[in-house]
């Protein structure tokens, strides 16, 4: 019998290039809100989504694509882009047959990281997406790297909430020796049926909910609401 694929969760961006991911798929995991509007963008009908690593990037890639410019720094749109990082402001009847060019303060930059160390393949995951996903990752019998973006570099609690998710879906196709991954389990574990009101505490959501995101944020936690698997192929994200 075939040993199984290893999988480990990687709780910051600072902490990427103590692992090996060559080879390997790398999840990227922004749920307030990079890797949610992504899904529920190509999930209502986006034809590609560029994620770009800085807002002169961003404008340029929408000149010459004629795509939407979007993104967010600080949870703000950032001047000079034409919309956001809002799962909202993509429906069906704006986003379909569009590209959709975008820039976030945490969740393109793991991505272009990640491609850079070497990753196989990178495809994005948050709760909207969350049972396409871990399909995915059992199918494909590789190893699996977790990202989560978390806050400039400072761990957060909903991605790492989300990795726990991913595992106890999927843990039994897994070997997984990694205290990230045992501690992101068990806190998934404690707070699931109560998630909605727990992710309130966390410094994301009080730095968002400033901006009267809280709708947002409630969607962010919502399992397979645009239930597609985001793709990482020759510079677009499509689904896969």
């Known amino acids: 019998m075939s040993a199984k694929p290893n999988l480990h969760t990687i709780l910051s961006p600072r902490l990427l290039d103590i692992y090996d991911v060559t080879d390997s798929i790398v999840v990227i995991i922004d749920v307030f809100r990079a890797t949610s509007t992504i ?7 986006a034809t590609r989504i560029i994620p770009v690593d800085s807002v002169e990037k961003c404008i340029e890639l929408g000149n010459l694509t004629g795509g939407i410019t979007a993104g967010e720094r ?6 000079g882009l034409k919309h956001g990082n809002s799962p909202a402001e993509y429906p069906r009847s704006f986003i379909e047959g569009k590209t959709l060019v975008l820039t976030t303060t945490n969740g393109t930059k793991l991505l272009h990281m990640a491609l850079q160390s070497g990753a196989s393949e990178v495809v994005t995951g948050s709760f909207p997406n969350l049972s396409a996903l871990c399909q995915h990752l059992v199918q494909q019998k590789k190893n699996v790297f977790l990202g989560c973006s978390a806050w400039k570099d400072r761990f957060n609690l909903e991605d790492t909430l989300f990795a726990g998710a991913v595992i106890e879906q999927i843990k039994s196709h897994f070997t997984i020796h990694c205290d990230s991954s045992l501690m992101a389990e068990n806190m998934y574990s404690l707070h699931k049926h109560d998630l909605k009101s727990f992710i309130q505490h966390t410094t994301h959501w009080h730095r968002l909910a400033q901006y009267g995101l809280e709708k947002d944020l409630e969607y962010c936690v919502s399992p397979d609401k645009a239930n597609i698997l985001p793709f990482y192929q020759n510079g677009d994200l499509v689904i896969a």
């Open 39 to 45: 899904a529920t963008a190509l999930y209502n009908g």
């Open 74 to 79: 600080d949870g703000k749109i950032i001047p």
